[in-house]
């Protein structure tokens, strides 16, 4: 039974008081989010009593913490549904996942190939393509996305040409919300024999993912956008694939014999794992993965649908906001972007923190998107199944005062402005 | 120098009444500078990676004096409101008299000791964003993309 006062119990910081008296209310969980208390005390336990570097040593110590790191892989397998022809490997973050790609899979590719992204792309999901371009003269085509902030598949798909070595996308968009149909585009990258990529960090901490049936080559993801440490990244992929493609890192871990000539590389996956990995994170992250499914992915996904409808029907009646987000809130649960033209982000950010809210402002890391948006920054809370209707009241209340401050809603002269502007 | 409208706003954050003084929301409200100059001597644009804030920023001069100031861009209250106000500021200035405000404005916000004979005028309505350090970089934006353009620098990124 998911009962969001017990669960928010769970949780030290949700007790903590800003600005003296103001209780905190979290809503940038889409940058990261809070962490349980068993995860916190599971870095502890790690340090206190089996802290040991993992994989060489004969003591006891490196065989627990080996024990425990690895399981932590098999976890990750049943949480993303791998088969056996699928890995994982650790990086620091998705960033690094998709880095370790671009750079990976880019030793092969030649002047001409082409990278399919798409406009909605967080910058780790661009810029390591535009590193990657610098190096092979690649070329990078970025897939439109229509004016309901939806991606737009025919003309993705007319972007796949023969060239098309790999088609990189976000699951779910951190600023638009808007989750991609994956399998859509598998199909399309299979019959043309590209790599499918998904970033998946927006997507893994609040809905089932299911890779094999997905249908991608690749899965990345972030431990600390779902109750785990920062630090700790996912990179799931096709073994065949990982087994073809160059090292990233090269040092310890990732070889099997080193000589004053040459190398030859580990087996997959910790040919990606050179030098120790963050071993405590790592396992305090397999503690947040038994958490999260102890709770239910379709509770989780229940609760956040259900609480994003309850503060869009509330956002709705300050109707010189624009929410950027598609008319169906099963596309975007647990993400609302807005803005108006008038009341900059940054001043309604530090306005609601006067309140102990906390929500994001600014252009997400997503600076292409907001060149497509028409706007400089935005605001967004996002929300996860810790947060509740209550403090989407107080939240509502809060951007109330913001709005009275800069009076909006009450000057004639600033209201037709508004009007005027989004009617462009 | 904005003339104050009446009192009018309902102040009902007053913590939040050190950062947005009344002038500040005037400035925003109409900034001053929008207009385009018809000769430009200096210019350079500014940019906040953090936050996506832009500024452009073009000065005319005259016998040695900044006789005409242009900027444009987006950003917050601050960031606009500090841009505007150096408009109304530097016109009639040296370029030796812009350059102590400027200077006087960053001591202000990195709370250093200032020349207390120069004359800020609106800018001391930005004292009260050095109790919100992350919005500081929002205040000194126009400023920081001024003393670019007297160097000569076409682009400036502040980190």
């Known amino acids: 039974m998911f009962d969001v006062n017990k669960i928010r119990k769970d949780f030290p910081i949700l007790e903590r008081k800003i600005w003296g008296d103001k209780q905190l209310i979290y809503l940038d969980n889409a940058a990261t989010t809070q962490k349980p208390k068993i995860v916190i005390d599971a870095i502890v336990q790690y340090y206190e009593t089996y802290n040991a570097n993992i994989h060489r040593g004969v003591h006891k110590l490196a065989e627990e913490a080996t024990a425990a790191y690895e399981n932590v892989r098999e976890k990750v397998k049943k949480y993303v549904s791998c088969d056996s022809n699928s890995e994982i490997v650790f990086t620091r973050n998705t960033t690094e996942s998709i880095n370790l790609l671009a750079y990976s899979l880019g030793e092969s590719f030649s002047e001409g190939d082409e990278i399919l992204l798409t406009e909605m792309e967080h910058h780790s999901n661009i810029v390591p393509w535009y590193l990657l371009r610098n190096r092979k003269k690649v070329n990078i085509k970025f897939a439109p996305i229509t004016d309901q902030y939806e991606l737009d598949y025919e003309k993705l798909e007319k972007l796949i040409t023969k060239k098309t070595k790999v088609i990189s996308i976000t699951h779910k968009s951190n600023v638009l919300g808007t989750v991609n149909d994956i399998k859509k585009i598998a199909k399309l990258a299979k019959t043309n024999g590209s790599i499918l990529i998904v970033d998946a960090a927006q997507s893994a901490p609040h809905m089932k993912i299911d890779f094999s049936d997905l249908g991608c080559d690749f899965l990345a993801f972030s431990s600390h956008k779902m109750c785990g440490p920062t630090g700790v990244g996912l990179l799931v992929g096709k073994k065949e694939l990982f087994e073809k493609m160059s090292p990233f890192l090269g040092g310890g871990e990732m070889i099997r014999k080193v000589t004053f000539e040459d190398f030859t590389t580990n087996d997959v996956p910790w040919k990606f794992e050179a030098g120790t990995p963050n071993i405590a994170d790592v396992i305090a992250f397999g503690v947040a993965l038994d958490y999260i499914q102890k709770i239910g992915l379709d509770s989780i996904y229940k609760h956040e649908i259900e609480l994003t409808q309850y503060a869009l029907t509330k956002l709705r009646k300050f109707d010189f906001l624009k929410i950027y987000a598609p008319a169906d809130v099963n596309k975007h649960a647990g993400i609302i972007t807005f803005a108006n033209p008038v009341v900059h982000p940054h001043d309604i950010a530090t306005i609601v923190d006067q309140e102990g809210i906390a929500i994001r402002a600014g252009h997400h890391c997503a600076q292409p998107l907001m060149k497509k948006l028409g706007v400089s920054a935005t605001s967004r809370a996002s929300l996860y199944f810790y947060n509740t209707k209550d403090e989407i009241d107080v939240f509502i209340g809060a951007l109330q005062k913001a709005f009275d401050y800069f009076e909006l809603g009450a000057c004639k002269e600033l209201k037709e402005k508004v009007g005027e502007r989004i009617s462009k | ?159």
Request: charged fraction near 30%.
């Open chain 2, 1 to 159: 120098m904005i003339q104050m409208k009446e009192k009018h706003q309902s102040r009902s954050l007053p913590q939040l009444d050190e950062l947005y003084k009344e002038i500040i929301l005037e400035h925003y409200r109409k900034p001053c500078g929008r207009e385009p100059l018809d000769k430009v001597d200096f210019c350079a644009e500014g940019m906040n990676p953090l936050c996506g804030d832009e500024v452009k920023l073009s000065l005319q001069l005259k016998d040695n004096k900044i006789s005409k100031v242009h900027i444009e861009g987006h950003g917050c209250s601050i960031s606009v409101a500090s841009g505007s106000i150096l408009a109304d500021m530097l016109k009639g200035k040296t370029i030796d008299e812009a350059k102590n405000i400027s200077n006087c404005l960053k001591n202000i916000m990195h709370d250093k000791e200032t020349d207390s004979k120069i004359d800020l005028g609106d800018l001391e309505a930005l004292e009260g964003v050095k109790k919100f350090p992350v919005r500081i970089k929002c205040a000194l934006l126009p400023w920081t993309t001024f003393e670019e353009a007297l160097i000569g620098h076409e682009h400036v990124e502040i980190s």
